[in-house]
């Protein structure tokens, strides 16, 4: 059995406590939050504390805190001869500091407490300081996701980049197009069957094979419409740049 506690309680700490409490093999021990009121969502039965109250033995402290958190909380937790832990994909482990035993769960996944997430099919990517560290780190995330890999840390860092562009910024893409449409009075529901065809093409297709639109195809005269249409000039140098971007990976001229 491995014994975890986990310290966090925003998303990604919300639906790592929900995966343990089914997991085999693995028991959440106790949950270190800066306030109680932050835990109101997780499950009443597992003990609870804060940074300054008694934090219980564990074989694993996994710190699911914001990146600019990971050095601090990581000072405030007792010194022990166990595995200490971070969840971020962009900070180094040795931000956890004067801990001797140190590792990295990363799960690639974007997360909000209103949605469930299926657990199992998150990948999970591991770092940890040695062999022994590593094989306690891949037992336990053996125990959460079916999708469990082992990376460098540049690889690690360079993956989380590649989320940012992935993810991050499509949804904000996608939430600019809403906003025009709630501007013009248009049901913003109504890019849904195209969001829907755009992801799931990409299960067939790579993303490069699947672009499309005028900047794709050299619509010189569409870009220049749209343009017009914006009348925001942020908006109007965010769609250039998008748009050369996509003319010049396709050799387009604009």
Known sequence: MINVVLIGSGKVAYHLHKAMLGASGVALKQIIARSSQALLDFEASVPTADLNGTIQEADVYLLAVSDRAIAEVARQLPKRDALYVHTSGATDMEALGVHQRKGVLYPLQTFSKERPVDFHSVPLILEAGCDKDLSLLEDLSNALSNNVLKLTPAQRKQLHLAAVFANNFTNHMVALGEEICLNQGVQKELLRPLLRETWAKLET???AQAQTGPARRGDRRTLEAHLRWLNDP?????????????????????
Request: proline share 0%; aromatic share 8%.
């Open 205 to 207: 297709l790579s993303a």
């Open 234 to 254: 942020e908006k109007e140098e965010l769609y250039k740049l998008i748009s050369h971007s996509i003319a010049n990976t396709y050799d387009q001229e604009l």
